[in-house]
């Protein structure tokens, strides 16, 4: 039996794996004729196979051992890549995966016997059959000779001009072993990692199996100096001798010039990828200098960073207390060295901890072409799906929440979006459509876009059915901006849709993506123009635990303004305020700001002074202003959730601990401009942009 250990480096391994067969399918599909591709492909085949058949788990190794011989057949091109073999590899995965979740405890038992008889199928009906023998000696220093294939000894004589060298390479391991499986897959994993095998004697699933006496034999194609294959094959457990021979083929033994040409080109082609080589290795080193870590370590460990950021604050509110009372003297000097030195280390060490929380979006941005590629393919659409800035990296909780919204957003955009080849080609347009997907840094956010070149929304069309639904009258629908109308796709149950298919149409999808996005503090924008198509802006914050605050004070008490909701901060007169429809208002820069004051929001008192304090926030385009008594100071807080007990309290999106140990409630920026909105009319709403 492994261990829970070995088992989670098994899964993370697989999980590696089926990702660059999901992604080399989608490009093969596109790039038939790369061999490159093909070999990547074949290779983390050949991983999954011998590690699965190693840790027990026959069904995956015997499916990959199928889905292998098919890329075989793919790299000798005896088979072709097509549209039907492509759905054939995807549908293999799907089992793959499938296979995995059984592992796991998420799945019930897969019966693997259809697939794997359409792949047999598939291979038996379109392949060539074997090459026929052509003797090719190679001496293993036992006296042995073996014989190449016609097609391996094309292998050879291509990896030949490619600069590598090709060995016979015997194991031999000792009598008593008894783990022979296991010492098998070590030995072809680390020579996969200085080479290609080619060939097995005798086969490579009698090998993995354990099936091969006490000695087996392999061709290996490298670059590496033998001795150095030798040397880290002998430091494997129960490995008792490795002879390591080179191969000569017939006519490199006859023809001196041919060889000295290929010697020429081997040199050649080594000095420049000499570089090349170093900076594998460099990468290897790295690699093995990483840990896997508990996911639930880092959340207990960012949970700990968030009592100390408590602890700084309250430390440098009792310097300043403690300064207050006694002056300056050496006692309070010590104290603020020490607070300012607690201060840089909290900051340093928070800093490092959201950075190992921070995982590249290209987790869940991987799973979209196949989604898409199958969508198009269903609904008979053309789709060239472009993603850019996989490598952007933002908190692992951020992440989780993100990748149901954009299932929705990009479904939408294949099945209404993108309009049918014929019908693009009558507009005018490329047959073939484009969705993008993007993601990007822009200060303390994250931004996402997915956009398409689509049909677009019809402006006028939503207008007429929020009328017809009776959510606005017609003369208000009339006033309103196609970006204002826009919105009403958000309402739950609004589609315009006419049909209901099992992709979309049911009027639901746009109102849970932005309620999705809304609960992490997002914000998601759309613009479409009829004809052209549709965007769809997402902005999102770095980290749900810790961020800054503008602190403010109102009726004594202490509220948080989060600082990405913050537009500025000013002083206004009380004669510049006025009233429209029962809303107080303000004139900025020449439009019309609404106003909200809190303390008679939250069942305080109007504040009476001439003088008023105003915080701008928005959210979007929406910008809100806030009266409050005091602006306090800029700080970092701690959100924390205000629990089950009090439940959803309008306006109040959490709180933080103060440095003198007292409460702070943070302010819901988004639940004001939707009160507000009520009250008063998006005209006014939307304003000082």
């Not at 920026?669 to 939307?686: D, G, K, M, P």
């Amino acid at each position: 039996m492994f261990s829970e250990a070995e088992i989670s480096v098994f899964l993370d391994e697989l999980d590696e794996k089926i990702q660059i067969l999901n992604d080399s399918f989608l490009l093969i599909e596109k790039e038939d004729n790369n061999p490159h591709l093909l070999q990547e492909i074949f290779r983390a085949a050949h991983t999954i196979k011998g590690s699965s058949a190693v840790m027990g788990y026959d069904r995956m190794s015997q499916l990959t051992h199928e889905m292998e011989n098919l890329f075989d057949r793919l790299r000798q091109g005896t088979l072709e890549i097509s549209e039907e073999l492509i759905d054939l590899l995807f549908e293999s995965l799907d089992v793959l995966k499938s296979l995995r979740d059984e592992i796991t405890g998420k799945g019930d038992h897969v019966d693997i016997g259809v697939i794997v008889n359409r792949l047999r199928e598939f291979t038996g009906t379109q392949g060539s059959g074997p090459a026929k023998p052509v003797p090719g000696t190679a001496s293993t220093g036992t006296g042995s000779v073996h014989n190449l294939t016609e097609a391996e000894e094309d292998v050879v004589r291509i990896a030949y001009i490619r600069g590598l060298k090709a060995f016979w390479v015997r194991v031999h391991v000792a009598p008593h072993c008894q783990m022979k499986s296991v010492r098998a897959f070590l030995v072809f994993e680390t020579l996969q990692r200085y080479g290609e095998i080619i060939k097995s004697v005798p086969p490579a699933e009698d090998i993995e199996k354990g099936e091969y006496g006490n000695a087996f034999e392999l061709v290996l194609l490298s670059r590496e100096d033998p001795g150095i294959v030798h040397s880290v094959l002998m430091t494997i457990a129960e490995v008792e001798t490795v002879t390591i021979e080179p191969i000569i083929l017939p006519d490199e033994a006859s023809n001196g010039c041919v060889r000295e040409e290929r010697e020429v080109t081997r040199g050649a082609e080594e000095k420049t990828t000499g570089t090349v080589e170093a900076k594998g290795r460099e990468e290897a080193l790295k690699q093995a200098k990483t840990v896997r870590v508990d996911v639930q370590k880092l959340d207990n460990l960012m949970n700990l960073v968030g009592e100390l950021v408590i602890d700084r604050t309250r430390l440098e509110r009792f310097v300043e207390v403690f300064q207050g009372r006694y002056g300056t003297n050496d006692l309070v000097e010590v104290l603020n060295e020490i607070s300012t030195h607690l201060g840089q280390l909290t900051n340093h060490l928070q800093e490092e901890i959201m950075k190992a929380r921070m995982l590249p979006i290209a987790q869940v941005f991987n799973r979209f072409p196949r989604m898409v590629r199958d969508l198009a393919h269903k609904l008979g659409k053309e789709i060239n799906f472009i993603v850019e800035g996989k490598e952007t990296e933002l908190d692992r909780n951020v992440i989780e929440v993100i990748s149901d919204p954009l299932i929705h957003l990009l479904r939408n955009a294949v099945d209404h979006g993108i309009e049918r080849p014929e019908e693009r080609v009558a507009a005018g347009k490329p047959k073939a459509g484009n969705i993008l997907l993007k993601a990007y840094h822009q200060e303390n956010h994250i931004v996402i876009i997915a956009e398409d070149d689509g049909r677009g929304m019809d402006v006028n069309k939503i207008r007429r059915k929020a009328v017809d639904r009776g959510l606005i009258d017609e003369e208000a629908a009339a006033r309103l901006s196609d970006g204002e109308i826009l919105n009403y796709v958000f309402l739950p149950g609004f589609s315009l849709s006419k049909e209901v298919t099992d992709l979309s149409g049911r009027g639901v999808g746009l109102d849970v993506v932005k309620k999705n996005i809304e609960q992490i503090n997002g914000f998601l924008e759309m613009s479409s123009v009829l004809g052209q198509g549709t965007k769809f802006t997402i902005k999102l914050p770095l980290t749900l635990a810790i961020i800054r605050a503008l602190m403010v004070s109102i009726t004594g008490q202490v509220y948080a303004f989060p600082l990405a909701n913050v537009m500025e901060t000013m002083n206004v007169f009380r004669t510049d305020v006025k009233k429209v429809r029962n809303t107080e208002v303000i004139a900025v820069r020449g439009k019309v700001l609404p106003l909200i004051c809190l303390a008679e929001l939250f069942n305080g008192q109007k504040p009476k002074s001439h003088r008023l304090s105003v915080v701008v926030v928005g959210i979007g385009k929406r910008r809100v202003g806030v009266i409050v008594d005091r602006l306090l100071r800029e700080q970092e807080i701690v959100i924390k959730s205000l629990g089950n007990y009090l439940g959803r309290t309008p306006g109040i999106s959490g709180a933080t601990i103060l440095g003198d140990g007292e409460v702070a409630l943070i302010i819901d920026v988004r639940a004001l401009i939707e009160e507000l909105a009520r009250e008063f009319t998006e005209e006014a709403v939307y304003a000082a942009g």
